[in-house]
């Protein structure tokens, strides 16, 4: 397989709908790629936490409309990272309609076929960790090549997420991130950590530049089963392309078949 990694540059100085526009272009520059990630909350920033009220949008708003015609356009599976989703009003409900941290994954002929609202919200008792509800469901994305396991940024945290995904059949985990420069140490070690543990790919995409006052860190990053770095993005905009070859995760897991001999965390213990 071949996937593209768009390491957006998200900042201050330019609109949603602007960013927008120029995301879908470079997804349409994709052709011949099978898969496109994009970073987290990419249109507004995973830091702006004042604007994601005003740029919440529905599962059909705009963001759709544009990136499932870009998939299309392409003929990409895309996974098109995250948006404040404003989810759909309950009827006589006099609160307002909550909001979700929601990745949206598109085929290659424009169809949704996964949304994921992320489960762990950073921010302890501030930001999206109050701003945004919480979600309850793993997502797994079959394609052609592979089993995706979908997660976003804080997920990388919670290695039993990632144990979920391996148990529903995910054989490549896409993360993407707006994970901040300062723990930048952290995203490249539990990248490698996640695909050393579960023996899958992890295609890990983050956000560049600097957006409501906090740096981003870049370094998008693909590793494989084996915990080795195929490919890895600078600090700057940047598209990262790497060759990979989903049977490994297969012949990984029966060469050192580890998983086997897990214990915790199952039904029934084996004995």
Same mark, same amino acid.
């Given at each position: 397989?071949? #996937?593209? @990694? ?17 995301? *879908? ?42 990136? #499932? ?8 599976? @895309? ?51 109050? @701003? ?30 990632? %144990? ?18 300062? %723990? ?23 956000? #560049? ?21 195929? *490919? ?14 989903? *049977? ?14 897990? @214990? ?5 213990? %084996?004995?």
């Amino acid at each position: 397989m071949r #996937a593209s @990694l768009l390491q957006i540059d998200v900042n201050d100085d330019e609109s949603v709908a602007a960013r927008r526009r120029r995301v *879908a272009d470079l997804v349409r520059n994709q052709a011949g790629v099978d898969l496109v990630v994009l970073p987290e909350l990419w249109t507004t920033g995973a830091f702006a936490y004042d604007e994601f009220a005003a740029q919440a949008e529905p599962l059909d708003g705009p963001t759709h409309e544009a990136m #499932a015609k870009a998939a299309s356009d392409a003929g990409v599976w @895309l996974h098109a990272g995250s948006i404040p989703e404003r989810a759909a009003s309950v009827a006589g409900s006099a609160t307002e309609a909550p909001l979700y941290n929601t990745s949206l994954v598109f085929s290659p002929a424009g169809e949704l076929v996964a949304a994921y609202r992320k489960i762990h919200r950073f921010g302890f008792d501030k930001g999206e960790a109050v @701003l945004m509800g919480a979600g309850s469901e793993l997502v797994t994305v079959p394609l052609p090549e592979t089993v995706l396991g979908v997660a976003t940024c804080y997920d990388l945290r919670f290695p039993e997420l990632f %144990r979920g995904l391996v148990d529903a059949g995910a054989q490549t985990f896409v993360v993407p991130a707006g994970w901040p420069e300062r %723990r930048r140490s952290h995203w490249t070690l539990l990248a490698q950590a996640r695909a050393v543990e579960n023996q899958a790919y992890v295609l890990a995409c983050g956000t #560049a530049g600097t957006h409501a006052g906090v740096p981003q860190a870049g370094h998008s990053i693909v590793v494989d089963p084996w915990g080795e770095v195929l *490919a890895e993005a600078g600090s700057d905009e940047e598209i990262l392309t790497v060759d990979f070859d989903p *049977a490994k995760v297969v012949t990984t897991r029966e060469q050192f078949p580890a998983l086997k001999d897990r @214990l915790l965390g199952l039904e029934t213990p %084996r004995r």
